[in-house]
């Protein structure tokens, strides 16, 4: 196999600006978190960063929240610790699927972030590799991940030194039997272990009131700009403004069809903008549907199928130019009403060729 030559070592490739950007609204994340921490009462609020803060960005989100004074932050897998090391001491981390492993326990040791044991197993493989303070979920019903409130008296749980006694809920966004009976059996396991503080609530549980809000609250999606309930929505400000650069601009007869499949079919003369996202940046297909991008206060509504990186959008009653940038839709309810798709997806799918800033 032939090689290609390698590149001069005095050439840096800096890539040149992204057709796609995600622009971060910093004073709306700093607004919604303070929301937020106000709505939780005597309680403090928590961050959760999981998941490259829901699509948005760790190294954009995180110092962020560092400079607004978020103090606890929670992430998913031992991966995302690195990243976030960067701007906050190990001991605000959490690690929420906790120690699978020896080495993911090693890990948590030598960096002193904290894992959440869920299991006897996973409290079995702490205390073995040494372990120290820990924080403990314990499963009210969601019946996902956690140790079972009758395992909180097993002898290997009563050792561990634990700071944060968590639970989840399964169904906060919604006027549920399932919180009060969640909340009920949260306070049972309360007097079984010895914890420094407690927490239940996610971005939707704090909208249910002080019983829920104990020690610490963890709002993930509100932080982001997602609306769980609808009385979020006075609190809460779209924090992620995605754009994408149109690429070409051509001029359409009637007859002339658009995209894969051609199921969109002029009816008349049509200009049409070819503009540089796809469902490889997260604008799945089901996005397309009823869907319109903007330039300032134009509507270009979405012609025919999402390809993998190009929409197509009517442009005949625009302005735009090639080059010029068009708002993607950002509206969080209102995108997953139209393409039934979670809040928590049309954040997370965020691709990578977004430029965040
Ligand atoms: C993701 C997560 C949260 C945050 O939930 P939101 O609904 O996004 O506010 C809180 N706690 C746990 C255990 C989680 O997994």
Redesign the pocket.
């Known amino acids: 196999m032939n090689l290609p030559e390698p590149l001069p070592a005095n050439l840096h490739l800096e890539p040149p600006p992204a057709s796609l950007r995600l622009r971060i609204d910093r004073a709306a994340l700093v607004g919604n978190w303070n929301a937020l921490h106000r709505l939780s009462g005597k309680a403090a609020a928590g961050a ?1 960063v ?1 998941a490259d803060a ?1 699509g948005l960005g760790i190294d954009v989100v995180a110092p962020i929240l560092c400079g607004a004074d978020v103090r606890e932050y ?1 992430v ?1 897998h031992w991966s995302e610790v690195p990243a976030l090391l960067n701007y906050v001491e190990a001991s605000q981390i959490s690690v ?1 699927h906790g120690v699978g492993n020896a080495q993911e326990a090693r890990f948590a040791i030598v960096t002193g972030v904290r894992p ?1 044991i869920n299991s006897l197993r996973q409290a079995a493989l702490w205390v073995e590799a040494g372990g120290g303070r820990c924080n403990v ?1 314990v499963d009210s019903g969601i019946n996902r991940l956690g140790l079972a409130p009758a395992e909180l008296c097993d002898p290997i749980v009563q050792g561990l030194e634990i700071d944060i006694l ?1 639970s ?1 809920l399964a169904s ?2 919604e006027d549920s039997a399932q919180n009060p009976r969640q909340l009920a059996i949260f306070r049972d396991t309360v007097p079984l272990v010895k914890a420094e503080r407690l927490s239940l609530a ?4 704090i909208m249910l009131g002080p019983d829920y809000h104990f020690d610490l609250t ?6 982001y700009g ?1 609306i ?1 309930h609808p009385s979020m929505q006075e609190h809460i400000a779209q924090v992620a403004f995605p754009q994408g650069a149109v690429l070409q601009i051509r001029d359409l007869h009637a007859g002339d069809a658009v995209g894969y499949n051609a199921t969109w079919v002029a009816d008349r003369e049509t200009r049409v903008a070819t503009v540089s996202v796809g469902h490889a940046d997260g604008f799945l297909r089901q996005m397309g549907v009823d869907c319109a991008l903007q330039h300032d206060q134009e509507r270009l509504p979405v012609l025919g199928r999402v390809s993998m990186d190009m929409i197509m959008v009517d442009a005949s009653s625009s302005t735009v130019k090639e080059g010029d940038f068009l708002d993607l839709p950002g509206d969080l309810p209102g995108i997953s009403q139209r393409s039934g798709l979670s809040q ?1 997806e049309i954040l997370t799918i965020l691709g990578k060729r977004f430029e965040r800033s």
């Open positions: 959760a999981k829901y929670f998913a929420l959440v979920m968590l989840h906060a966004e996610n971005s939707a549980g963890r709002p993930g999606l509100a932080l997602g769980p928590y």
